[in-house]
């Protein structure tokens, strides 16, 4: 099952990537996004990761310029 999961991934995203968590931590399962974000920081190479919280407007500055061809 990983296999198969890492090359679908491996087909849709290309170019330059941006993996959106968006999230409140203390509403539980509502932080999921964020959680990931967090975790995926640092760690996934040409990624750009952008932990959002609970307000993704905020950040839109920042998203847009990272030029991403796949979010």
Excluded: H, W, Y
């Amino acid at each position: 099952m990983d296999n198969l999961l890492a090359a679908k991934l491996k087909s849709i995203l290309k170019g330059n990537v941006s993996v959106l968590g968006i999230g409140n931590l203390l509403k539980q399962d509502d932080g999921f996004g964020s959680l990931l974000a967090k975790r995926l920081s640092g760690r996934v190479k040409n990624f750009n990761v952008f932990d959002l919280e609970d307000g993704p407007e905020n950040m839109l500055t920042k998203v847009l310029k990272a030029r991403s061809d796949t979010i």
